[in-house]
């Protein structure tokens, strides 16, 4: 006796996976603000899917520190307390330093001069004071980086915690009152020319932490 033909399953995990990368891409770049309640009826109409893989979207997200969920099921970005900042802020730091002194022996000039180029572009943005294109920008500036590194385990490491404080971030940087890209981009891009293995484990170490710190303490400023 034959049994019964499952349904493929193919189509349903195509669109959780389309909803999912959307959204994660929308949280880490800040483009939903910390405290946003989301329904997942919204975010099924948003991309054009049913609620079941709208629900797994939401599900992947939770569990990566992207989303909360209460026990009724409301769904919203994190608002992070500065203990959790700073802690984030930590772990970026410990996490891409290594990956940047990884990436060293494998970095060219080619690289360094799209990074510049990166760089340049994160100054235009400043100037129309938008915040998401410059964690954009900021993030693509890094991840540029920490590709030479040949370290996928780690990078998604680092890729998480970007994702966590993506919409924190939004906040911290819509507040900044800055008028040139970060300086601790510039060191980076010294270090990386001159082979500077110390200088750009201190330039990273810098530019992932100092900024965050400085808004935690009132003083303004931000990367």
């Not at 349903?12 to 880490?28: K, P, T």
């Not at 919203?76 to 307390?81: A, D, G, N, R």
């Not at 340049?120 to 590709?147: Q, T």
């Amino acid at each position: 006796m034959l049994s019964p033909q499952r349904p493929d399953p193919g189509p349903v995990q195509s669109a959780h996976d389309r909803v999912y990368r959307a959204l994660r891409h929308q949280i880490m770049h800040g483009e939903l603000a910390p405290g946003r309640a989301l329904t997942l009826r919204g975010i099924g109409r948003q991309f054009g899917v049913s609620m079941t893989p709208a629900r797994e979207a939401a599900r992947r997200l939770v569990a990566e520190g992207a989303l909360t969920m209460s026990a009724s099921g409301r769904v919203t970005t994190p608002e992070l307390s500065p203990d959790r900042i700073e802690e984030l802020a930590a772990l970026r730091a410990l996490i891409e330093v290594e990956l940047a002194s990884r990436a060293l022996p494998r970095a060219h000039m080619a690289m360094i001069d799209r990074m510049r180029l990166v760089n340049a572009s994160i100054a235009e943005v400043i100037v129309k004071r938008d915040a998401v294109g410059y964690l954009r920008l900021n993030l693509e500036f890094h991840r540029m980086l920490y590709l030479r590194a040949q370290a996928p385990a780690m990078l998604a490491m680092a890729e998480t915690v970007w994702l966590q404080l993506g919409p924190t971030m939004r906040a911290l940087y819509g507040r900044m009152g800055r008028t040139e890209p970060p300086s601790g981009h510039r060191a980076i891009l010294a270090a990386l020319e001159a082979g500077d293995e110390p200088g750009l484990r201190l330039a990273v170490r810098t530019d992932v932490t100092q900024g965050l710190r400085l808004i935690l303490m009132g003083e303004g400023g931000g990367r």
